[in-house]
């Protein structure tokens, strides 16, 4: 089904170690509205969505896990000449004494995942209406997160990583009318 490239789906490039930019990008890695979250969600969605759309919830399902990846290299990248110290002043002591340097699913907060994170109606319209607001949600925190940083290089990324919600976001909008216009025209006939 896939072919994958050993190769990140845009560069990251980090200017310097910054654990408390680390710490707020775990946000996007596993938080509810994090790349981890939409990627389950849109490859689970697809099983109950129609024909006419399930392609749709494929690509931009496998393409958040190349998301995940980048927010992960970014976090990798980060912290990897942290000190203890250091992890500890940027609020990821329990992180660092749970995880040493890995990466683990949670929140910025320290709140593991949780299948909770992803929702599945099985209306196909509520369904990608709450991807809407998942790529919105996303969107918005990427903005945020390019707010609390100065690295330039950083800030690169995210902002690719912010067009990309937006796509998404539009995709999914496109998607909702394709299967009003289906139900609308059953009604017809």
């Not at 509810?32 to 919830?57: C, M, T």
């Not at 593991?112 to 369904?127: S, V």
Request: glycine share 6%; net charge negative; charged share 30%.
């Amino acid at each position: 089904m896939w072919i994958y490239e050993k190769k990140l789906q845009y560069p990251v490039k980090v200017s310097k170690c910054d654990p408390r930019m680390a710490r707020y990008l775990i946000e996007q890695y596993g938080g509810a509205d994090g790349e981890l979250s939409a990627a389950l969600r849109y490859l689970n969605q697809r099983y109950s969505i129609p024909d006419k759309v399930i392609g749709l919830l494929t690509d931009i399902g496998t393409e958040e896990f190349a998301h995940l990846e980048m927010i992960a290299t970014m976090v990798y990248k980060l912290t990897k000449d942290a000190t203890p110290e250091m992890l500890e002043a940027a609020g990821l002591g329990p992180h660092f004494v749970n995880h040493d340097n890995a990466l683990f699913y949670e929140s910025a907060g320290g709140v593991p995942w949780t299948a909770t994170y992803i929702q599945a109606k099985g209306d196909p319209i509520a369904d990608l209406y709450e991807d809407i607001a998942a790529e919105e949600k996303a969107r918005a925190t990427y903005q945020w997160l390019i707010d609390m940083t100065d690295d330039v290089d950083i800030q690169d990324s995210l902002k690719f990583l912010r067009e990309r919600e937006i796509v998404h976001s539009m995709r999914f909008k496109e998607a909702v009318e394709i299967l009003k216009a289906d139900r609308e025209q059953k009604k017809v006939f």
